[in-house]
């Protein structure tokens, strides 16, 4: 599986380097045309030769699969040489076509000769050009050859692959009496070997095993003691803690895996690595201890990885929620699955070195895979959750029987003979199991992080919250998108992995990847999901690129330059709308969807939204309108219709007004364009105020007058310029009208300048002795009801009564005289 | 709106924005770095090249002004005028006046 692995990353980066390798030797190759033919020519005889060898080697090597993948390898390597030797004739061929082009036709027939010089140099470049063809036609052959080999390659290998699951071994052979000699002959013969190897490592090398041991030991020690230091905080669990949040159980669960297995892992390799350093080891025994090492530091990380994610001991901080029970059996049934798999690889490569007879190698697997079978069983048969009445719960149903049906499929396929399809389905349940397990986790945590407020509690969360000015709820948008990006990441990471456990190859993995990514088609359309990708990123950015820009020459450029509120909300919006349309535009063209065949759906279908969305676009446009015109802007005080109140935010479609109610109003804006709209604060707030007053018949009118202008002129609001006047406006039905009219710098000030006139012409005009006559009204007899009989715990309950309202009322003028002082009352 | 923000604070937020949008454009080039050659059509008449890659030949027909994407991986190409060529996967071929020069 290492070995699988580590290819297939040395497959990545070859065919990451390759397109660099090519360029390159491309350059140093077309320099040199004297020589060009000869040299590629041998090279190509040279990569065929090779290619003959490996077809020879191919046939040799048929039962070998890892040598059949190395063999496909070297010939992907060879097929990409041919290529980049037929390459170098590229500048070369350029140089030749321009030249025969200068040079022209051949002279037909019937015109006359051309100089021998020209026709010397056509023909010579004919030539050389038939060459060059000849050469990069073998080239081409070449590669034809080496892709058929590949095809042949894969075609053995699979069936390689169907051989090892059907082939059918006789049980009665591999497991008699025999066997058990077999297998003490080759325990005597392995022990004899490491016997005499540790004699040998104790007699002349055991200072180097103590260095060695205990240099591997300080590392492994300062890995884990600095490790402990470093993330101490989230390597331990805390058992006090009741409820620990998923995040920070997923947190402990990974250092607590990660640091123990790394520190392991360094001892295992360190030692091995040093024994190497100071040739302590000999012969096979350095794959014995390799094969031990992987071994151990296998089944180690599975018991610390299958610790931390069911926690026996401390069940809040399980990371699966089963029983605690259940947990410990799980934890030691997946060991035995690593112990018994470990085990069998170990004797796997001793029975490989030591050359055992099949009969052992067939006993050994399948020993393995029977007790692999009986585990995935038992642990079907676990019954994990517990129900609210106390009564154990097994599986759901669908793992339940998955679990119990690989497990007999196991031991009957063992039991049959089919040991290789036994091993195999044992060693891809191990597997694949461990990788869904590790996909689920990594779903559960997105989850997690997706939940409200849990992302800002994350340590990123953290982090931004306090470097940037990110809200809570910006950051639970983060929290669900990281959630989102967390998901899209598991599928991207495990659905490879999977397949490629399954045995699909890189190749078509990354075929699949590049026509998902360049596009499917469908009729004529296609659909690239990189192209709908890097078109919504550009779209986002060109968005944040217009947000920045507005509030750059919102904030430093017009609001420097003292420019006017409301020209710098036009502009602010105007440049807002411009560049998302940009935005959106550049966006809808870098996802490929052609802009022409959307302006003929546009044409075809602007009648129908001529009509159908007439009043939005008569709207749209009168927004536009009232930005550039800027009849109102955002804070003045503005009449439509029955609307009075101040302008609050002017967008596209419509205006929002806010009354003096402070109702929200949203007026469409066509409305603002095609009536008449008051505004009280258009050019400034100067504004007139009337107040009438009458006086009883018989006054002194000319004192009457005079008072009130004396009131009027000594107001402190009221403006000079233009001046207090009053209007002796009528002889009134009952009273001789008067009406003070003052003009006011802001006229919003109204109420309160009113209120403090009225009040002072009450005043003076008590201390002149004018008084102010109320209209008789007609009174009208009512018949009274009879009164109740006289009831003392009546009488006694309407007191209190009117006690508690007075009460009420003297509270009430006190609040509203605290919330009042700081207001001004609104104009009506 | 969230560009309403007080002078000092707002520039603190775009500067983490820019630094995210960085990274995102990386992201883009370092996606958009998968490239397949291309063949350009400039002439009325349809063209065919004769393409060679893993193991097989075919005949790849550009219709006028026809823009295919085709060998991803390196290729051999046959071109109009009988020339062999090849491709490692990066360039455009452009066929004009029946024609076939690679850029």
Known sequence: ?828 | MPCEMQQRRWEHRYCNMWKSLVAAVALIAAIGSVHAASAVNKDAETRTLVVTEGGSKTDLALAGGETVEFCPNGCFVTLPNGDLEALTGSETVEISGGVARIK
């Not at chain 1, 009354?659 to 066509?670: E, H, Y």
């Open chain 1, 1 to 828: 599986m290492l070995f699988r692995l580590l290819r297939l990353i040395l497959l990545l980066t070859l065919v990451v380097s390759a397109p660099l390798s090519f360029d390159a030797a491309a350059q140093g190759l077309g320099q040199a045309p004297a020589g060009l033919v000869a040299d590629q020519q041998k090279i190509i005889q040279a990569l065929t030769a090779k290619t003959d060898n490996f077809e020879k080697q191919i046939q040799q090597d048929a039962e070998e699969d890892s040598s059949l993948v190395d063999i496909r390898l070297q010939l992907e390597e060879l097929s990409r040489q041919s290529l980049t030797s037929a390459l170098a004739f590229r500048t070369r061929l350029g140089e030749i076509n321009s030249r025969l082009e200068q040079l022209g036709p051949a002279p037909a027939a019937g015109q006359p000769p051309e100089p021998d010089i020209v026709s010397g140099e056509r023909q010579a470049l004919v030539s050389e050009k038939a060459e060059i063809n000849a050469v990069i036609s073998q080239a081409q052959s070449l590669s034809i050859r080496i892709s058929g080999l590949i095809d042949k390659i894969g075609n053995m290998r699979s069936e390689l692959f169907r051989n090892v699951l059907t082939k059918r071994y006789v049980l009665s052979d591999a497991l008699s009496p025999q066997v058990f000699s077999d297998a003490r002959d080759e325990f005597s013969n392995f022990y004899k070997a490491v016997s005499s190897w540790l004699s040998f490592a104790f007699k002349f090398k055991f200072q180097a095993i103590l260095a060695a041991t205990f240099v591997a030991l300080g590392l492994a020690l300062v890995l884990l003691v600095g490790g402990r230091r470093l993330f101490g905080r989230v390597f331990e669990a805390d058992p006090a803690n009741e409820d620990p949040s998923y995040l920070s159980r997923l947190s402990v669960a990974f250092w607590s895996t990660l640091l123990p297995t790394l520190a392991v892992g360094v001892f295992l390799a360190s030692t091995v690595f040093f024994f190497n350093y100071y040739n302590v080891l000999r012969g096979d025994i350095g794959l014995f201890l390799n094969a031990l090492a992987a071994v151990i530091g296998v089944v180690f990380c599975v018991n610390r990885l299958t610790n931390a994610a069911l926690e026996p001991r401390l069940p809040n901080w399980r990371l699966i929620p089963v029983e605690t029970g259940p947990a410990r059996w799980l934890v030691r049934l997946t060991t035995a699955m690593a112990v018994v798999i470990g085990i069998n690889y170990f004797l796997s490569v001793i029975n490989d070195k030591m050359g055992s007879p099949l009969s052992l190698t067939i006993a050994r697997s399948f020993g393995a895979t029977i007790i692999v079978g009986v585990i995935l069983i038992l642990m079907a048969m676990l019954r994990p959750f517990k129900a609210r009445d106390g009564s154990w719960r097994p599986w759901p149903a669908w793992l339940r029987y998955t679990a119990f049906a690989l497990g007999l499929f196991t031991i009957i396929a063992a039991l049959l003979g089919y040991i290789g399809l036994a091993l195999f389905v044992s060693l891809q349940v191990v597997v694949t199991g461990t990788v869904l397990i590790t996909a689920y986790i990594g779903f559960l945590s997105a989850q997690a992080i997706g939940e409200e407020g849990a992302f800002a509690n994350t340590t990123v969360g953290r982090w931004l919250s306090s470097n940037s000015s990110y809200e809570d709820t910006a950051l639970d948008q983060l929290g669900l998108v990281v959630s989102v990006a967390i998901n899209v990441m598991i599928v991207l990471v495990f659905l490879p992995l999977i397949l490629l456990m399954w045995g699909f190859q890189p190749g078509d993995i990354q075929a699949w990847a590049y026509k998902l990514a360049t596009g499917i088609n469908i009729g004529s359309v296609t659909i690239s999901v990189t192209g709908i990708l890097s078109g919504i990123v550009v779209f986002i950015i060109g968005y944040f690129l217009t947000r920045w820009f507005q509030g750059w020459l919102d904030g430093s450029v017009m609001a420097r330059g003292k420019v006017d509120t409301g020209v710098r909300n036009s502009i602010r919006l105007a440049v807002g709308y411009a560049g998302v349309a940009l935005a959106a535009l550049v966006g809808i063209s870098a996802a490929g969807i052609d802009l022409s065949s959307l302006a003929l759906v546009a044409g075809a279908l602007s009648l129908g939204i001529g009509f159908g969305l007439q009043n939005v676009v008569s709207n749209f446009v009168s927004g536009l309108i009232l930005l550039a015109e800027r009849p109102f802007k955002v804070g003045d005080w503005i009449v439509a219709g029955d609307v009075s109140g101040t302008v609050k935010k002017i967008s596209v479609r419509a205006t929002e007004i806010e009354t003096f109610q402070r109702q929200s109003v949203i007026l469409p804006n066509s409305n603002l364009i095609n009536n008449a709209v008051g505004n009280w604060t258009h050019r400034n707030k100067l504004g007139r105020i009337d107040i009438k007053v009458g006086v009883a018949y018989g006054s002194d009118v000319k004192q009457v007058h005079a008072v009130l202008l004396e009131i009027a002129r000594g107001h402190p609001m009221v403006l000079k310029n233009p001046e207090p006047f009053v209007l002796f406006s009528n002889f009134g039905p009952a009273a001789l009208e008067f009406e003070i009219r003052v003009f006011l710098a802001d006229v919003m000030n109204g109420n309160i300048v009113q209120n403090d006139i009225r009040f002072a012409v009450l005043e003076r005009f008590s201390g002149e002795h004018i008084e102010i006559p109320s209209t008789p009204r007609a009174v009208v007899e009512a018949h009274k009801p009879k009164a109740w009989p006289t009831d003392d715990d009546k009488i006694e309950a309407d007191f209190a009564e009117q006690e508690q309202i007075k009460a009420e009322a003297e509270a009430e003028k006190k609040r509203l005289a605290k919330s009042r002082k700081t207001k001004k009352p609104d104009p009506d």
